[in-house]
C-alpha cells in the first residue's frame, strides 16, 4: 500500500520560511515526478513545484524565486523550501507522487497559513 507521509507545514509570519518534507513508501512502480501542489481557499488546486525524473523542475508562476524543490531517490523523498512567505501562500500543501502507467498518488494535505 503506497503511503506519502507529509510534514513542515503550519504557521509563519510574511517573510518567513518553512520546509516541507514527503516520503513515499510502498511504491511498486519507478517514480518518475515527485512534487507539490497547493489549493487555498475557493481556489482550484494549483502546481507549486514538481520534479521529472530527469531532474527537471518546474515552478508555478507565483512562486518561482521563492521556492525550492529537492529531492532523494534514494529515500524516495520531496522538499519543499519555502522562503519570503506571502499571505497569499496560504493554502493546503499536498505532495504528488507520479509512477509509470500515469498512475498518480497524493498525500493527505499539510496546511500552511502565512499570518501576522
Known amino acids: 500500500q503506497v503511503q506519502l507521509v507529509e510534514s513542515g507545514g503550519g504557521l509563519v509570519q510574511p517573510g518567513g520560511s518553512l520546509r516541507l518534507s514527503c516520503a513515499a513508501s510502498?511504491?511498486?512502480?519507478?517514480?518518475?515526478?515527485m512534487g507539490w501542489f497547493r489549493q487555498g481557499p475557493g481556489n482550484q488546486r494549483e502546481l507549486v513545484a514538481l520534479?521529472?525524473?530527469?531532474?527537471?523542475?518546474n515552478y508555478g508562476d507565483s512562486v518561482k524565486g521563492r521556492f525550492t524543490l529537492s529531492r532523494d531517490n534514494v529515500k524516495n523523498t520531496v522538499y519543499l523550501q519555502m522562503n519570503s512567505l506571502k499571505p497569499e501562500d496560504t493554502a493546503v500543501y499536498y505532495c504528488n507522487v507520479g509512477v509509470n502507467y500515469g498512475i498518480n498518488y497524493w498525500g493527505q494535505g499539510t496546511q500552511v497559513t502565512v499570518s501576522s
Open positions: 510502498g511504491v511498486r512502480y519507478r517514480i518518475n515526478a
Open positions: 520534479s521529472d525524473s530527469g531532474g527537471s523542475t
